[in-house]
Structure formats: structure tokens, C-alpha cells
T-cell receptor
Framework: KAGVTQTPRYLIKTRGQQVTLSCSPI?????VSWYQQTPGQGLQFLFEYFSETQRNKGNFPGRFSGRQFSNSRSEMNVSTLELGDSALYLC???????????FGSGTQLSVL | AQTVTQSQPEMSVQEAETVTLSCTYD???????LFWYKQPPSRQMILVIR??????QNATENRFSVNFQKAAKSFSLKISDSQLGDAAMYFCAYRSANEAGNMLTFGGGTRLMVKP
């Protein structure tokens, strides 16, 4: 089985732009979660989607949004980028029972 | 809100020796899950071990074991016979069992260095 795939691996944007990150979960997994990892704030939960519906949401501004498609693939969008949005964005998927989260290798976003 | 604290930013251990990483958490819930994740330089988070709060028996996975003290809200990870491949960032994480979904609260992490 293929693991969780995140694209792209690296991304460089400038302030004010918007960005879309993609996550393909493990086949059969319907839950996809997103986390932001920074040296200062550590790992923080952004949101989770399950069967195309947002199930949980972290404490991030409305510039951060996401969606999930019928094939469980998920996208995360950040609008009006700020320097502080520079981070590693991790996606994780889980299957029935939600017992384990499987993470991708992340997308490293740099905002200049 | 739950919080997770890892008080050791860095730890080092000699190859083949044993090391213990500390984690404390704060919650008012009685039912929850605790996890240790490993993040090597590849950046991919890998689940090391998982503990259900209602189970008194400490979880064990090969060379990895935990010391779960529910009353003290402590959840330490012991790595026995340390190997060079164990060098990584280790994160302790909490998940409520009362909410649907996979919202994890992470600690700040401990960087483990393994000396040959």
C-alpha cells in the first residue's frame, strides 16, 4: 500500500500570495488531518476532514481553509500569505477505528 | 484545553544504552489516548507507541516501552538498546477519547542524539 503522499515537497511564495497544498491519503482512509509545524509554535492542529466534511478545526485564522474530495484526497489553501506562515505542513490519514495516524513527509512552505 | 509538556529539549545516549524521555500532560478528562511519535530527518512522523488511558498495563513495542502514571499525568518513553537509527525528534501527543476525530495535541519535542 502506498503511504500518505503530499505535494509539492517544497514551495516558495511571496507575501500576499495564496498557496494550495495537496494530500493523498492511504487507500481506504477517509480521515485526513492537517498540522502546521514551526520551530516557535511546534506542531499545531489545523483541521480534519472526514467523508468530505470538516470534522474538527484548530485555532487558525480564516485564511487557512481546506477541503476533501470524494476520493478522500484533501487540499489545504492559505490565502494572503504572511511571513509567519512559513512552516512544514503535515498531512495525516487514518482508517476505520481511527486508531493510528499515518503521516506524509510534509510540504515545506517558505514565504518571502 | 489539554496541554502536553516535554521538559527535555535534547537528550543524548550511548549506543546500546537505555534512555528515558519525559512527558507530562494536563487534562480534566478520564478517557484519552497518549502517543509517542518519532520524526527523523525525513520529516515523516512515525508512530512509536500508543497507550489507552483506561489500560493500566504499560504499552510495549519491541525496544520501546512506556511508563504511564495516570494520577501523576506522566507518560515517559524508555528506549532500550539504543541504536543509531533511533536518533530523531520525539513527540509526545494526546488525543481525547470523548471526541470524534484525530485532533492531536503535541508536546514541544525532544531531540535524541545517539553516540556510537
Amino acid at each position: 500500500k502506498a503511504g500518505v503522499t503530499q505535494t509539492p515537497r517544497y514551495l516558495i511564495k511571496t507575501r500576499g500570495q495564496q498557496v494550495t497544498l495537496s494530500c493523498s491519503p492511504i487507500s481506504g482512509h477517509r480521515s485526513v488531518s492537517w498540522y502546521q509545524q514551526t520551530p516557535g509554535q511546534g506542531l499545531q492542529f489545523l483541521f480534519e476532514y472526514f467523508s468530505e466534511t470538516q470534522r474538527n478545526k484548530g485555532n487558525f485564522p480564516g485564511r487557512f481553509s481546506g477541503r476533501q474530495f470524494s476520493n478522500s484526497r484533501s487540499e489545504m489553501n492559505v490565502s494572503t500569505l504572511e511571513l509567519g506562515d512559513s512552516a512544514l505542513y503535515l498531512c495525516a490519514s487514518s482508517g476505520p477505528g481511527n486508531e493510528k495516524l499515518f503521516f506524509g513527509s510534509g510540504t515545506q512552505l517558505s514565504v518571502l | 484545553a489539554q496541554t502536553v509538556t516535554q521538559s527535555q529539549p535534547e537528550m543524548s545516549v550511548q549506543e546500546a544504552e537505555t534512555v528515558t524521555l519525559s512527558c507530562t500532560y494536563d487534562t480534566s478528562e478520564s478517557d484519552y489516548y497518549l502517543f509517542w511519535y518519532k520524526q527523523p530527518p525525513s520529516r515523516q512522523m512515525i508512530l512509536v507507541i500508543r497507550q489507552e488511558a483506561y489500560k493500566q498495563q504499560n504499552a510495549t513495542e519491541n525496544r520501546f516501552s512506556v511508563n504511564f502514571q495516570k494520577a501523576a499525568k506522566s507518560f515517559s518513553l524508555k528506549i532500550s538498546d539504543s541504536q543509531l537509527g533511533d536518533a530523531a525528534m520525539y513527540f509526545c501527543a494526546y488525543r481525547s477519547a470523548n471526541e470524534a476525530g484525530n485532533m492531536l495535541t503535541f508536546g514541544g519535542g525532544t531531540r535524541l542524539m545517539v553516540k556510537p
